[in-house]
């Protein structure tokens, strides 16, 4: 069973940047496209971004384009987030998800197969 690893969360500053890892262990990443989710207290979960199994396609939410970039390492088996320009409103606990997948593409969307523990992103001065 695909296991998923999420760190670099912690507490940053509005305007400040962190950068969010998810690495898989025991299995290949190379047939997974992978989605980030956030939850906030209160609120239900969303769709922050996704990409595909090769790196070539990625999708964002209308909330975070422009902030936050999503790529991948399948050689070291990892996905990042790099989110920049944060927000009170980021704040959340975030969790990465593994989809496989035949073909190309990702979508934000229910049906992922695998997810990790979250780590906890505090946006606060």
């Known amino acids: 069973q695909l296991q998923l690893v999420e760190s670099g969360g912690g507490l940053v500053q509005p305007g400040g940047s962190l950068r969010l890892s998810c690495a898989a262990s025991?299995?290949?990443?190379?047939?997974?496209?992978i989605g980030w989710f956030r939850q906030a207290p209160g609120k239900e979960r969303e769709g922050v971004s996704c990409?595909?199994?090769?790196?070539?396609?990625?999708n964002y939410a209308d909330s975070v384009k422009g902030r936050f970039t999503i790529s991948r390492d399948n050689a070291k088996k990892t996905v990042y987030l790099q989110m920049n320009s944060l927000k009170p409103e980021d704040t959340a606990v975030y969790y990465c998800?593994?989809?496989?997948?035949?073909?190309?593409?990702?979508?934000?969307?229910?049906?992922?197969?695998?997810w990790g523990q979250g780590t906890q992103v505090t946006v606060s001065s």
């Open positions: 990409i595909s199994r090769s790196g070539d396609s990625t």
């Open positions: 025991r299995f290949t990443l190379d047939y997974y496209a």
């Open positions: 998800a593994a989809e496989r997948r035949l073909f190309g593409g990702c979508v934000l969307a229910d049906g992922y197969d695998y």
